[in-house]
């Protein structure tokens, strides 16, 4: 069953972001923005002469929206494009994600841009690249340090896309006593609490019972393992709805509704967000039932805002970039031109 009600939501990000871009890029249409071309991230190697060396702190390599996020920054912030680019993978640790900001420090780089597993425990280390007088831009997640430690931000809403898949399980349930279970991101991450929060925001007046709730940690084994205990406790018959924080524990869960004997996209429907490759086939194929993007494509943004803050540029302190939500015709349209 699926709700005709349910429209393409296209949701912009501010107009700052793609003026940015496309100035960064010098022109070239919107999908440059987001397509980890050439453009702009030339200024600082061609005037310089020299290479910019910038230390990025990823979170690991934990969803198939990380990889194209990586593949994103890493083509972004190439040596044609005038960069020296010290990568670092703290495999979803925290702990050894800040070392890896700190011993960027001790090597003097340019300019430092983190992708922030948490957003806790950011403080210190950011107060000590200010003291080096090294700018920091995150990418993709936010943290809750104040925003004078962190040049800029240039990510995702994800409130906004769990708002989105809240709305989506609104119209198609409705009134219908609906049991849901999330497979949740990764704990304290900010898609995981924002992504929460929108959702019960947009189904607080339904008749959607939340009836378990466990982190799966952005991972398709996670996915997959939690959802097995879930079945476990409640059954096939004993769940309605899989509210799944990204692509990758969703086809986890569908493993996991699969091997108990269940129809995924009808025994239990499923709802998602990243719109990757693999969750958009899955919708295609009927096992998950709507997707709202999340653009990993962020490269081409951040390295044209270090090239601003290097250059002394006045840049906007938090910038949104634009995604959109799939129903299955959608996603059949789209799948063949997607970059990701
Ligand atoms: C969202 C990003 C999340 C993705 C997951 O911008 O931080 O982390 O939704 C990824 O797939 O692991």
Redesign the pocket.
Known sequence: MRSQGVRKRQFLGLITVLAVALAACGGGSSSDTTAGGEGAATTAGESAGELVTVGFAQ?GS?????SA?TESMKTAFSEENGFELIFNAADNDPAAQIAAVRGFINQGVDAIVI?PIVEDGWEDVLQEAADAEIPVILE??TVTAPEDLYATWV??D?KREGVYAGEWAAETFGDTPTKMVVLE??TG???ANDRAEGFDEATAETAIEKIDSQTGD?TRDGGKTVMEGFLTKYGVDGIDLVYA????MALGAIEAIEAAGGVPGEDIQIVS??A?HDGMQALIDGKINYIVE?N?LLGELAAGFVNSVLAGEEVEKRNYVEDQTFTQEQAEEALPDRLY
């Open positions: 979170t934990e969803s198939g929206w990380r996020n992708a993709d997640r990510g995702l994800f991101g990764t991450s900010a898609p952005f924080h990204n692509d990758d967000i990243d990757v999340c990993p």
